[in-house]
């Protein structure tokens, strides 16, 4: 069962900005991250997601309803939170809340729950002119869960927050999707923040998807590097080529070897047995961000 | 209909505490309050005594017409822009657009509550009329008020102004609920007023133009009064009405 799915979006701004023929396919239960740099079309998919925007061509289907303008009924379990918290100052949070409430004629007790998962039913009195970004954030989830949503689609929720502020963001997403069930579609151009709680990975980059996996899956298209230092680096090359391998430059005396079938133990041995000494042997996996610059750098790799 | 009834719900709680709200008192009693000080400073030797029911219903006229010529499209430009700045201010459309609710409600809750807040503001002003009234007899005698109000004449001729500036009033809260920008829906208003008192003067267009057409109500023998209710209240709907289209089509980027 997918909780998004695309086919064919497009939607093109004046300027050429805007997404082309996305086929997202989020599945139920993911913790999805929507990658991309900013200006890669994130937040045009993101309105277009709730309706927000009408799109040029192509289909949404929300848990397989389909979402159009005469179609909002795929919303009903949908809660989001698009940049910025949209938030009433001169209310409480929990005024703000009951705004909400009344809209979707959610049970009064709601809010209470919401406030704490959230965390916030300590502060819920309180103007929400005095809160502190954080808070602000998370009041604008708590908005989000009010429908009691299967699917949470968040617009970079991390942006502005202090480092203490981005953990508690996400232990909450954590929270979300293990503890209640929800399929959580959150878009950053941090990197770092997504590779910590994402099971699924969205890459977005000039508005076209160039991948779209597991976690596991965008790992698995870079194979590991072996970082090696040893007396004489230029022989070292030389005989490590010739055994067929492919080596590079890493500086400092370094080399950075693209492992392929044969095991680090084995280079090591190689080396040795040649009377080199190897001051240095380091198997390194390439981090989320190389593999990002990777996807992003080629329009071929696209899956 | 439940959905505009919840969106209406909502729009009370937003309002709560809201400069919008305190206006319908504030704009009132400085109308009530002006006019009440201009009388009690008036040089009375030059003025004729006129019976105590005539003198109530000429005060209440004036009243009436000093709120309808200059407050009143003031007062809807002013609420218009606050009522819409709420959800402008903090980009509130993208979260209530994208709830799973019709587009078209949260127009129409916030034109009715608009329409709403003018309503209630000539009703405190139709409260204050007497009870000024009731403080001029007071301060000045001379005026010559006596005995109880003409209520049915204040609410009447309040209730017919109301109903002529109804297409005002869905005109300025569409300009003020399409565009971000509060210096547009002030500008636009302020301008429409200025504009409005040149033009309610002519004999041949002042029941033309939606800014003047409540002013129209306020002649001592009304021309044009069954026109300028048809087309106040007629006009109104039907600008509520392709507002609230248009609202629903509208991309909110």
Known sequence: MLAIQTHGLTRHYPGGHGVDELELAVPAGAVYGFLGPNGAGKTTTIRLLLGLLRA?????RLHDLPLDRGHRGALARVGALVESPSLYPHLSGRQNLEVTRRLLAAPPSR????LDITGMAGAAARKVRDYSLGMRQRLAIALALLNQPRLLVLDEPGNGLDPAGILDMRRLLR????????TVFVSSHQLGEIEQVASHVGVLHAGRLRFQGTMAELRARSRPRLHLRCDDPMRARLLLAAAGEQVDHAGDDGLAVALQSRPESELNRLLVEAGLAVSHLVREQASLESLFFDVTGHAGVAA | MNALLRALSAEALKLRGTLALWMCVIAPATVAALYMLQMVVMDYDKRPTMPPDEAWKMYAQAVLALWTILMLPL????????????EHANQ????????????SAHYLAKSLALTGLVALSMLVLCLLIPAGGWLLDVLQPRFGIGGPPPMRFILSHAGIAFG??????????????????????????????????LV???????????????????????????FVLVAGI???????ALAAWECARRDVA
């Open chain 2, 200 to 226: 309610g003067q002519s004999e041949r267009f002042g029941h033309w133009y939606p800014w003047s057409m409540a002013l129209q109500t306020m002649a001592t023998e009304p021309k044009h009064l069954d």
């Open chain 1, 111 to 114: 809010i209470d729950e919401v």
């Open chain 2, 92 to 103: 509130q459309w993208k979260h209530l657009l994208a709830l799973p609710l019709k587009r």
């Open chain 2, 164 to 197: 002529a500036a109804l297409l005002m009033v869905a005109l300025q809260g569409w300009i003020a609920l399409r565009w971000r920008s509060f210096t547009i829906a002030v500008a636009s208003g302020m301008t429409a007023t200025v504009v409005g008192y």
């Open chain 2, 75 to 86: 007062f809807v430009t002013l609420e218009a822009a606050l009522l819409a700045g709420l």
């Open chain 2, 234 to 240: 007629g006009g109104g709907l039907v600008v509520t």
């Open chain 1, 56 to 60: 040029d061509r192509g289909s949404i």
């Open chain 1, 175 to 182: 929270t979300l999707a293990t503890d209640h069930g929800i």
